[in-house]
C-alpha cells in the first residue's frame, strides 16, 4: 500500500498535530433530511494544513539519497520542494482534500449535533476541487449531508401508516 493512501491524520489532529483554524462552516439550505453545508478555510489554514499533510506522507516515504536521519531518530529535514516532487503533487493535494473534508464536516456534526449518514458528497467532483485548492490561497466547497430519520420521526409515520 502506498504511504497516505487510506491513512488520516485526523488521530494525530485529535493529539494536537494538525489543527484547522479559521474554519467557517455554515448551512446554505436545509429540505427535509439533507443540509447542503459550505465551509471556507483561510489561506493561512490551507498553507498550514499543506506543510503537515506533507510532512505526515514523508515520515512513510523511501529514504532520499543525500539527507540523512539526524540524530535522536527524527526525519530528515528534506526541502518540500522535493517531497512534494517525490510524491507527487496530486497525490498530497488530494490528501490533504481528505484531511480537510474529514476533520471540517465532523467539527460541524459535532458542533450543531447532527446524525447523519456516513457517506458526504461535496457539490464539486473531485477533480474541480483538486484544481481550485492552492495552498495559502482561501478555499471554498459545499457539501451535501443526509441527515439520519430519527427513532421518533419513524414512530410517527408507522403511526399515521397504521391509522389509515
Known sequence: MPAGRGSSITEAERKGDLSLEDVKTSIVSREDETIN???QLPGKATQKVFDEALTFLARDAPPVP????SKGGTGPHIPSS????MLGKSRVTKFVLQEILSITIQEFIKKENFKVNPEIRTTQTESEMETAFRPGSAFGFNVILQLEKSDSDEDSEEQSDSSE
Do not use: A, D, E, S
Not at 543525500?66 to 536521519?69: E, I
Not at 522535493?82 to 516532487?85: E, G, P, T, V
Open 37 to 39: 453545508v459550505r465551509v
Open 66 to 69: 543525500g539527507f540523512r536521519k
Open 82 to 85: 522535493i517531497l512534494l516532487q
